[in-house]
């Protein structure tokens, strides 16, 4: 599969934050032919599993699926629950390469991980949370790729309360930098007038990978 981005793209927006970290918006970087083919090559074959968390001492799961891989079998840890990576397969080295190249123009970037999260309709979201595990490192990267349905992505700052918010769609690129991960939380949105399925890819650089 070629994953080419568009000859013309417009260069990321300014920051959508009003301090204390950086987002930025690289837009729609595949082809709808493009978006709609990963889509389905995600679906079909990773291994998806519902993801688990401890809360208030009770482990729990979730709707939401998740699935992670990396350069190795080295471990992350969040929502109390720790999980080994496995190996790059099918489509994720070319969407990998696709994102890093994307963000080479602009302020490079190479990644050796990814979590994946599958929403099966509008009805499983993600809570306010940051993701600042000490695996990550402070002021980190990370890269998120959306694909299927159009769902609010927003942000919350931890100390003013203020929000900001967007609306991913199909094959858009976001990247969170600087410390947007130490001041802002950040969710996804449920709404019941969305019955499709929708998988965001997040690409991080995992500390420990390196010792």
Not at 1 to 10: A, G, K, R, S, V
Not at 108 to 130: I, K, R, T
Not at 171 to 176: P, S, W
Not at 195 to 208: G, K, S, V
Request: glycine letters at 6%; a neutral charge; aromatic letters at 10%.
């Amino acid at each position: 599969m070629n994953l080419d981005l568009f000859d013309t793209q417009p260069k990321p927006e300014a920051n959508l934050l009003p301090y204390d970290g950086i987002v930025n918006d690289y837009g729609v970087i595949f082809t709808v032919r493009q978006a709609d083919a990963l889509l389905d090559a995600l679906l079909r074959d990773i291994p998806w599993r519902h993801d688990e968390a401890v809360v208030y001492g009770r482990r729990i799961t979730t709707a939401r699926k998740v699935a992670w891989y990396g350069d190795g079998a080295f471990s992350y840890t969040y929502s109390g629950i720790t999980r080994t990576a496995l190996p790059w397969s099918g489509v994720l080295p070319e969407i990998k390469r696709t994102v890093e190249a994307r963000l080479a123009a602009v302020s490079p970037a190479v990644f050796n991980s990814c979590l994946l999260n599958l929403y099966s309709d509008g009805l499983e979201g993600m809570a306010w949370h940051s993701d600042d595990e000490k695996e990550l490192g402070r002021n980190s990267v990370i890269a998120s790729v959306s694909f299927g349905a159009t769902r609010k992505f927003a942000f919350k700052h931890k100390r003013t309360g203020e929000k900001r918010e967007l609306m991913l769609s199909h094959g858009q690129l976001i990247v969170m930098r600087g410390e947007t991960q130490s001041h802002w939380l950040h969710a996804v949105m449920k709404s019941a007038k969305i019955h499709e399925p929708r998988i965001n890819l997040t690409f991080r650089t995992i500390l420990q990978a390196e010792m």
